[in-house]
């Protein structure tokens, strides 16, 4: 498997319609260096969970959701537990106009169905070209705001934020951590919001929420959840994910059966 995302792209079929379909295994605690195509990427796995960065946003997809990904733009995907990842290419000049920017999807049972059904044996160019109207009709993106949050550059700041990136849950407050880092809660403070663009105290909520998204995605409960990354009850964890997100963590993965979180 290569190092750049291109082994999907180059295994695909090719033809003269919008869509290149490829596939590939993605071992557990595989991850692709960063990368980006000309074309723009449905990203999604059939099984298991994959995570996507772009900038500071993480995003993390079970086969309930997909990622727009805009041709051009820069991304890093890898896994934590395995996958079974597909590569959907879609051609600029040969689709509708979408997403702008990167953009959660809602895969449905019909359209897991109409991504089977492409690739399953080869289709005749009129076949392909009718998939891929529905296919096209059923992308509905599903609003949320990402999560994520960019590493102070500070030297100070950085030793408190790679100690909470170890331990989200640590719960000391800032002036606490500055005896680890050697520095006053009020410097480090100034170093969080300038170079972050956050307080400190919205970065660190921003950093739980990404570490919650792999366990919460694999089914692990809500409330084994909260406690990993340092809330009190799966209401507060809720309640701040709803805040910082637009929606809950259940409407957030919604799955069609079988757990599904508050």
């Known amino acids: 498997m290569s190092q750049n995302g291109q082994d999907l792209l180059l295994a695909a079929d090719t ?11 993605l071992p557990a605690g595989h991850r692709f260096a960063v990368h980006r195509h000309p074309q723009h990427q449905i990203a ?28 051009g733009v820069a991304h890093r ?17 040969r689709c509708p106009a979408l997403f702008a920017g990167p953009t959660l999807l809602s895969v449905s049972p019909l ?6 059904h492409m690739t399953s044996r080869p289709l ?3 076949e392909r070209t009718r998939a891929e109207a529905m296919v096209f009709d059923l992308l509905a993106p599903v609003e949320v705001i990402p999560i994520g949050a960019p590493l102070p550059t500070d030297p100070r700041a950085r030793v408190v934020a790679e100690v909470l ?17 050697a520095a ?22 921003q950093i739980r929420l990404a570490a919650s998204l792999t366990p919460l ?12 990354v340092g809330y009190r009850s799966a209401s507060a964890y809720v309640a701040a994910f709803r805040r910082a997100v637009g929606t809950s963590p259940g409407q957030y993965f919604a799955r069609t059966g079988g757990h599904r979180p508050s």
Do not use: K
């Open 44 to 71: 999604w796995a059939g099984r298991g969970v994959i995570g996507i960065d772009i900038g500071a946003n993480h995003w993390v997809l079970p086969p309930t959701r997909a990622l727009w990904i805009p041709g």
């Open 165 to 181: 990136l170890g331990d989200p849950a640590d719960d000391r407050t800032l002036a606490e951590l500055g005896r680890h880092a």
């Open 217 to 228: 995605a694999d089914g692990v409960p809500v409330t084994r959840v909260a406690a990993r």
């Open 124 to 126: 005749t160019d009129d």
């Open 77 to 93: 995907t890898g896994t934590t537990a395995g996958a079974d990842m597909r590569g959907i290419f879609v051609e600029p000049d």
């Open 111 to 116: 359209l897991r169905e109409l991504f089977d």
């Open 184 to 205: 006053s809660s009020r410097t480090l403070a100034r170093a969080f919001r300038a170079e972050t663009g956050m307080t400190f105290a919205q970065w660190r909520t």
């Open 15 to 25: 033809g003269p319609t919008a869509m290149v379909f490829g596939a590939g295994v």
